[in-house]
């Protein structure tokens, strides 16, 4: 039997998986597993905490596909927990590998660190079940390799996180390579038998159409059908709107691409359009309440044709299980009859944001930023805006081709987003395709993260990041405590952070500026933008300066104030 | 029926209890919660994030005796998870308090953010059973003072964090009152009526002893016997040791207190009387792997007499459950007739660290750097030792009276003693004894949780931040790999953190130093010592410098190196 160390093993299968970095922190239990790592021809990347770590492996995976994550048994494996969970809830498929005591202490339950000192091994994992796909512990040589393949292709099929525990004396185990000439796959949904009566519904609903339209939401990611959207949306023509979650999937440089779909905190024409719609292709939905502007942007039933991971629900027709959404749209492509398709003759006008009416000394404020910022957009670009006002106001941008925007979708967890940007741009390095990355967060969710600045420097990546300080938690004041003190946040430098955090000086002389006016703000991002290295630009603004659905809140709140008067 | 809004219920039940201050980040689902906090007269004090908010919530408990946390639904409480676990494993009783959605919202199932958009809201608290004392879900008015008083009390009897769930829709729900007359109390232990029994056993085998010992370890404070303690140890004068976990709990200036007992560690003298003694009266004890030195500081069964909560066991007899360790050690203190007392004849004599052979000029090493620290330990003082070099170098300090130092116990989280300082302090400040606050952390762990410099900086806290700068994990490379990447840590400007965590210029250009010989050492310490503010003296060490277990370890590690070459 040709044989490999069980760590060998895993590495050599996370890296045909196409991960190339592993993000971490080293700890008791799991140091003579991180041996492999660098030999293996994976890049480390040690986080200052596991948090923080968990957070760069789900926006490794977002960009990458799929991600590993290495934490120590107890302290390690729990502080990375919310992490875990956003990846979760956005279907982010990270491989949470736990470093857990030598089987001997485990097994004569003695009292070791990082337990609870009562020969209890199991409350950690069983923590992690409740926010992971799979879970799979490492026990013997001899089922290791499938327990891992297994755990693998968990993540794969469901695009979640998955949890491997790894016994601090099993690094270098041997175990069978047998496995390792195939690679690990997501296997296919056999077929039901029911697919041509599905696609013949579906195309007879396509060529009756009188106002159609295409909503992508962020599943389309899990759902692995990025690409066909886009032929889809070319070949149809057909007015296409997305959400948060999936703001960038699509290419919104194409004349029927609207950018997110916001009800009625957005574009009137827009809404009337959408709401008398006869036909609405909707694709990896995902309805949160902040993912569906308060579930007012949800297709009604009778218009909707809903394509999931396993289902499909043609209007109210009962939900068609165990077929598989891209299987159904790769042959509805194909059999598309492009002369039967009906034009969106009422489709409503595409809204253009411009500069106009801005001036060099306005200060700096929401209504203007996200405009003064969008210019420096390119295509390829990732974009990460932070839970709050960033990500509210990052939902208008107007983006190049190719270019991906991560916002507030379900979770968010402030402070998830610095961290996220470091893996995002990790994995774009890796990717070696063209585009900049920029993160956009306030001041209050920076706090939560901020140290992971210094990883980004350490790693040698070209992030742009502009900090909105506004002087606390704006998007809490606007939901409720207006101008309670719970909403600030300490006084920091901001403008010191790179310094503080470790890069050359000569770079942060001319990598760091803080803007209060527009014309500031246009000179600064003038001078970093496209730049190398960790660049940051504070840009001021007003405590309680908001758009769009924050502004309904934050009006709903001050007409309370008046009433209580 | 008198009534009393959930909120202003709960939060004058703290007050009632001794909690002061409560910890936290705002979120969307405690937001109205949090309107009750200052107008219950508790100080808010807003962290960084919620990990760093557990953290300082453990360590205000362990100086008040109880804390309370509050987060928010998911992505708040999952990250505090591993602060609380800490606190479970190392017992300090914290309230963690948790807003939950609106009820509506969790009835409906309805898909909020916060949640996996599956309709399934337990599971966040499911989690929380596996590392809380006691959980409960505030789900009526009705039911809501008497499960508020219970998860109290629950803290308070296990000296161990809970977990408790307030929906977002009930901090203004009108409860009754009633129970408010009387506080929450811990109950007492029935007695067995095996109690005289026991106690003629234990005062027959101290009239006896020849070569007696006292060994008073951490869980002694949970015990609630640290006054009592102090009473044996001068009225018996028989040589008493600490662990790690107790150190400070006993007076270290009484002629026979020796510190940490250390086994093969530590003072030769001291293990061959520990090793011989005939009995070894034993409280609170708690003997994980590195609390016990490997198990090696465990007295003999024989000889141990053992205290604990609500048990005693006497030799090598049965365990005798269902006795409280607290009032037999009372009622042990009253019937103790000092004059059958035997004298500890052979006690080893007591180690005394000096100065001796220090020169200003020698670079700061660990074997001089704590001798250095030493003498600006004043009596009251709070002494707070990293996991890593910190703690085990803080083992040997002798302090001055009612000094506590906090160490690497058993949870050993790093990360956590620097939030644990700014909730250590905030109490003490609190409490207005005498006495500073030191911590002493090495640059790995200050880089997991150090933004929370600027909440001690917003809170006026009066604390000095020594770094040991050895550049990465000293504590990892000792245990393994010495030279592996994967224990490096990013580069940081320690002295520029004053400045960056928003401290005033004047006060960062006087409280921040950084030395790398002995003298620079001194002088940085008699300039910031019993000063104002938050100071921070950066004191320089080789990467490969450690002592006692942890040189152990090294050269175990250097042996094996040497094996392989």
Redesign the interface.
Known sequence: MDTIKLADYLFARLRQLGVNSVFGV???YN??L??F??PAKLS?V?N????NAAYSADGYARINGLSALVTTF??GE??A??GI??A??ERSPVIHIVGTPPRLAQSTR????????DGEYR??A??ST??TAAQTEITDAASAPDKIDWILQQALIHSRPVYLEIPDDMPDALVSAANLTKTVAVPTVPSTGKEPQIMSQILERMYTAKRPLILVDGESVALGVVDQLDTLIKNTGWPTWSTVYSKGLVNEQLPNVYGVYEAAFGDKPAKAYFESADLILTFGP??????SYF?TTIPTPAAAITFKDSSIQIGTDPICRDVSGKDLLLQLLQKLDSTRIPKATDAPPKVVTTLDGIKSSDPIAQDNFFRLVNPIFQEGDIILTETGTASHGGRNFLLPPKARVFG?V??????FMLPATLGAALAKREQKTPGNVTLIIGDGSL?????EI??M??QKLNILIIIINNDG?TI?RV???RN??????????HT??L????ADEDHVAKSTFTARTCGELQDALQKVQGGTGVRLVEAHMAREDVQGALLYLLNKQLAQEKKEE
């Open positions: 080293p700890g008791d140091l003579r991180l041996d790592v660098e480390w040690g200052c905490n596991e948090l107890g302290v729990l502080s927990l919310n969970a956003g979760y809830a003695a009292l070791m660190h990082h337990t609870f000192a409350r950690f069983a923590m409740h926010i995902h309805y949160s309440d902040t993912n579930f507030a379900t979770w968010l967890s402030i402070g706090q939560m993260t901020a140290q210094s990883t420097i350490r938690y809490e939901i409720h405590g309670q003190s719970y909403n600030d946040v300490a006084f920091w430098r010191q952070a310094s503080y955090f470790g």
